[in-house]
């Protein structure tokens, strides 16, 4: 990496440290590439984030070496739970499937972000904390120019072949492509951790209560008593127009059956985050030249149960094995490869989640399949097979070998 006057010269720029750009960047610099990591907060840092990781994402991670730190970090879970009322809750094993490991995990989202950026800079990366990206363009010489501004506000230059997207659902990289999300494609979730909450196990709680509706709300265990409490909404631009965030937090604390008498002599331990979600931009125009979004920047975030490390994983991985294997050509044709493998992947189970999702949002229809699916072993069987349709077969079609999955000679 080379510094003159303030202008930074790198081979490949990737904005925001989360779990798509670390991934990202470790591979770049794996590659051999110079490789630039820059984010708006410095780290550790919170965000909004329910903090659990499913049987694919804990697949991922092991795949990626990091199963020591879930082991050790990491509140295992054997089962979920749902809340729907009126009724009693409803036990659901979780989506078991022959490729991925029979548990789950939950992990704060602050250490969880902290070990993939080691995994980055031992690569070779080279990370930049609180410094925020205000602009990009591509230069006649097939360039991106980014400017990035520090606390200070140093404004800094960075020169880079191929720029990586991995800044969330409002995507400032997205957004200097023209390609920002629509009014309504967005949903807002908001969450912090508790301690003193009652009744919790080794498993994840979704509450479909009818005073949430169409939102829901979960409770995921973090070990002692302590748990990551929070609520979403699919509709960010409906909800504003009923009510505000805190009227809605309010909603969940005072008026949710399944929630207000498990938190009566909780306590708050942290500071209240909210966070927008990208429900409507699935992998539209994520390539352009030199150009590539990964993660929520790309609209991958499972529109069921709003659950995005998996995918910002995969992504991750995929688009700079995609930017490698073309090297030095990053055009959007090279490019394309990656959104190709990725619609091939995910763009068959979203819809099924999508539609699932917006039936689960009507009250009565729950009410109405409560009963019928009140069955340990059924609700078992019914939710082994979607999960065996939901993605592991095209993953496997995709990367025969298993142990192809996260390298770059795969």
């Given at each position: 990496?080379?510094?003159i006057?303030d202008?930074?010269?790198?081979?490949?720029?990737?904005?925001?440290?989360?779990?798509?750009g670390?991934?990202?960047?470790?591979?770049?610099?794996?590659?051999?590439?110079?490789?630039?990591?820059?984010?708006?907060h410095?780290?550790?840092?919170?965000k909004?984030?329910?903090d659990?990781?499913?049987p694919r994402?804990v697949r991922?991670?092991?795949?990626?070496?990091?199963?020591?730190?879930?082991?050790?970090?990491g509140?295992?879970?054997?089962?979920?739970?749902?809340?729907?009322?009126?009724?009693?809750?409803?036990?659901?094993?979780?989506?078991?499937?022959?490729?991925?490991?029979?548990?789950?995990?939950?992990v704060?989202?602050?250490?969880?972000?902290?070990?993939?950026?080691?995994?980055?800079?031992?690569?070779g990366?080279?990370?930049?904390?609180?410094?925020r990206?205000?602009?990009?363009?591509?230069?006649?010489?097939?360039?991106?120019?980014?400017?990035?501004v520090?606390?200070?506000g140093?404004?800094l230059k960075?020169?880079?072949r191929?720029?990586?997207?991995?800044?969330?659902?409002?995507?400032?990289?997205?957004?200097?492509?023209?390609?920002?999300?629509?009014?309504?494609?967005?949903?807002?979730?908001?969450?912090?951790?508790m301690e003193g909450?009652?009744?919790?196990?080794?498993?994840?709680?979704?509450?479909?209560?009818?005073?949430?509706m169409?939102?829901?709300?979960?409770?995921?265990?973090?070990?002692?008593?302590?748990?990551?409490?929070?609520?979403?909404?699919?509709?960010?631009?409906?909800?504003?127009?009923r009510?505000?965030?805190?009227?809605?937090?309010?909603?969940?604390?005072?008026?949710?059956p399944?929630?207000?008498?498990?938190?009566?002599?909780?306590?708050q331990a942290?500071?209240l985050?909210?966070?927008?979600?990208?429900y409507?931009?699935?992998?539209?125009?994520?390539?352009?030249?030199?150009?590539?979004l990964?993660g929520?920047?790309?609209?991958?975030l499972?529109?069921l149960?709003?659950?995005?490390?998996?995918?910002?994983?995969?992504?991750?991985?995929?688009?700079?094995?995609?930017?490698?294997?073309?090297?030095?050509d990053?055009?959007?044709?090279?490019l394309?490869?990656y959104?190709?493998?990725a619609?091939?992947?995910?763009?068959?189970?979203?819809?099924?989640?999508?539609?699932?999702?917006?039936?689960?949002?009507?009250?009565?229809?729950?009410?109405?399949?409560?009963?019928?699916?009140?069955?340990?072993?059924?609700?078992?069987?019914?939710?082994?097979?979607?999960?065996?349709r939901?993605g592991?077969?095209?993953?496997?079609?995709?990367?025969?070998?298993?142990?192809?999955?996260?390298?770059?000679?795969?």
């Amino acid at each position: 990496m080379k510094v003159i006057d303030d202008v930074v010269e790198c081979d490949a720029l990737v904005i925001g440290a989360g779990p798509s750009g670390s991934v990202a960047a470790r591979f770049l610099a794996a590659g051999g590439l110079d490789v630039l990591l820059a984010d708006r907060h410095a780290f550790p840092r919170r965000k909004c984030c329910g903090d659990g990781l499913m049987p694919r994402a804990v697949r991922d991670l092991t795949l990626l070496g990091h199963s020591l730190f879930l082991e050790n970090e990491g509140v295992r879970i054997d089962s979920l739970r749902f809340h729907l009322h009126p009724g009693k809750p409803l036990d659901v094993g979780l989506f078991l499937n022959p490729l991925y490991p029979p548990r789950a995990y939950v992990v704060e989202r602050s250490r969880l972000d902290m070990e993939l950026l080691r995994a980055a800079v031992c690569e070779g990366a080279r990370f930049m904390p609180a410094n925020r990206l205000t602009a990009a363009r591509r230069s006649k010489e097939g360039v991106w120019v980014s400017e990035l501004v520090g606390t200070e506000g140093r404004l800094l230059k960075v020169r880079s072949r191929l720029l990586v997207g991995a800044d969330g659902a409002v995507s400032t990289v997205a957004r200097c492509l023209g390609r920002g999300p629509t009014a309504g494609g967005l949903g807002v979730a908001m969450c912090c951790h508790m301690e003193g909450v009652e009744g919790l196990g080794e498993r994840l709680e979704f509450v479909l209560d009818r005073q949430l509706m169409p939102g829901s709300a979960w409770i995921f265990p973090l070990g002692e008593g302590r748990a990551n409490v929070g609520v979403g909404w699919v509709r960010y631009d409906r909800l504003r127009s009923r009510m505000t965030l805190k009227e809605l937090w309010k909603r969940l604390l005072e008026e949710s059956p399944s929630v207000s008498r498990r938190l009566r002599g909780a306590t708050q331990a942290d500071e209240l985050r909210a966070g927008l979600l990208p429900y409507r931009r699935f992998l539209q125009d994520v390539v352009a030249d030199g150009c590539v979004l990964v993660g929520d920047a790309a609209g991958l975030l499972n529109p069921l149960y709003g659950e995005g490390v998996t995918f910002a994983l995969e992504s991750g991985w995929l688009a700079a094995r995609a930017a490698l294997r073309s090297w030095p050509d990053v055009s959007e044709r090279a490019l394309s490869v990656y959104a190709e493998q990725a619609g091939y992947l995910y763009r068959t189970p979203f819809r099924i989640c999508r539609a699932i999702s917006r039936f689960v949002q009507n009250p009565w229809a729950m009410w109405a399949i409560h009963r019928p699916l009140r069955g340990r072993e059924r609700v078992n069987g019914l939710a082994g097979m979607f999960a065996y349709r939901s993605g592991a077969e095209r993953w496997k079609k995709l990367i025969p070998r298993e142990d192809d999955a996260f390298r770059l000679s795969s």
